[in-house]
Structure formats: C-alpha cells, structure tokens
C-alpha cells in the first residue's frame, strides 16, 4: 500500500508539532488528515499549557515555601474566596478540555506527541485584575487558533472536526470571554488595583459580582 503523500505546510497561525509522528500508517486512523492531526495535535499542547498556567495561578505561595494548594487570593491579608473559587473553576475547565482534546485525537486515530513543559509565566500576577487581564488574553489566544483549526478542518473535508472544535472548545470559550470582559470592566470600576495592595474595590468584587459564581 502506497504511503500517503506528504502535504505542503501552509503558512499558519495555528501551533504546529515540528517533530509531529504522524499515524498515517495506522488502521485505527479514521479518516484523519495529517495536517488536522498535527493541528489537533499541536492545539493540544496550547490547551495543556493554559492548563498548566492557570493551575500556577492558583497554587501561587510567596517566597521560597513550597507550593500549595492556596490561591493568591486566599492569603490570610487577601482573603477574596469567590474570586479563588472563580479561577479554580476555570483551571479546571481548561484541564478539562485539553483532556477532551486529547480524547477526540486519539478517538479518531491520532497521535499525540506531547512536549517539555515551560514555566508557566504567571508568577508576577499577584492580585484581581493582572489575574482577569492574564486569562482574557490567553482565551482570546486559543480562541483565535481554534478558528483556525475549524477551518483548516474544513478545508481538509473533515466536516465533523470542525463541527466539534466549534460547538465543544469554540462556543464555549466565547461565552467564558463574555463574562471575563464584563468582570475586567467591573474590577476596573470598582477600582481593584494591579498590585497587591488590595482595597474595598476587591471586597465589594468578591461580595456582589454574580458572575464570580457561575
């Protein structure tokens, strides 16, 4: 049986896996095209990093102790514990969706090649709005590379990848930008700070702002 032709990169945005193994020879691959499989898979990788970034986030502890799991915004001077519980949540649904990404590459056959895992960068982030901004720009980053996986999936005639990147992964992370707009504004207005002085601004964000419990 003839080996599937190599296909030309295309100039992209989308984080390509340079030393991707392709599963092309494999009778378990259903249908998958090489380049959605290096995509799937690359994307991936963007998913766990989030996931490792935001899992920093809130297991952040000053000075040289070792790591917890306290949040930055459960110090005994912080205290803000919806807001604690608001990035928990979210660390959870980015681990939860690298973890779905994985499982829609392996169910239709794909490989996934994994990488060193980078310091996640978050360690400057010490309080709401740093925190809000620091989440806002990275959903609006993975939402923008999986346009670009659905239709590189279309393009491919992997109608069903790019049905499923856009109602599992797409659709929802719009939403969860939304609400991160509206709570950024809100902190703003409220007057939190970008340091870790604190005030009444984060007292009354934590209190009052409904969308800290959805």
């Given at each position: 049986?003839?080996?599937?032709?190599?296909?030309?990169?295309?100039?992209?945005?989308?984080?390509?896996?340079?030393?991707?193994?392709?599963?092309a020879g494999s009778r378990a691959r259903h249908n998958l095209q090489a380049a959605v499989e290096e995509a799937l898979c690359g994307v991936s990788s963007l998913l766990w990093d989030g996931a490792y970034r935001l899992q920093a986030l809130v297991r952040q502890q000053g000075g040289e102790e070792p790591v917890t799991e306290s949040s930055v915004f459960e110090r005994d001077d912080v205290a803000l514990p919806r807001v604690a519980s608001f990035f928990h949540q979210e660390a959870l649904k980015q681990q939860q969706e690298a973890e779905a990404m994985l499982?829609?590459?392996?169910?239709?056959?794909?490989?996934?090649?994994?990488?060193?895992?980078?310091?996640?960068?978050?360690?400057?982030?010490?309080?709401?709005?740093?925190?809000?901004?620091?989440l806002l720009l990275q959903l609006r980053e993975e939402a923008d590379v999986l346009v670009e996986l659905s239709q590189l999936a279309r393009n491919h005639g992997d109608p069903h990848t790019a049905s499923v990147v856009k109602s599992h992964f797409l659709t929802?992370?719009?939403?969860?930008?939304?609400?991160?707009?509206?709570?950024?504004?809100?902190?703003?207005?409220?007057?939190?700070?970008?340091?870790?002085?604190?005030g009444f601004g984060e007292y009354i964000l934590n209190e009052l702002q409904e969308e800290l419990t959805g």
């Open positions: 049986m003839a080996a599937e032709p190599a296909e030309k990169r295309l100039k992209t945005g989308l984080p390509l896996c340079a030393a991707h193994r392709s599963s499982g829609y590459l392996a169910e239709r056959g794909g490989n996934y090649c994994g990488k060193d895992v980078q310091k996640p960068g978050c360690e400057a982030v010490c309080a709401v709005i740093p925190a809000l901004e620091l929802p992370r719009v939403d969860r930008l939304k609400l991160l707009g509206d709570l950024l504004t809100n902190a703003r207005r409220l007057g939190c700070t970008s340091d870790q002085t604190g």
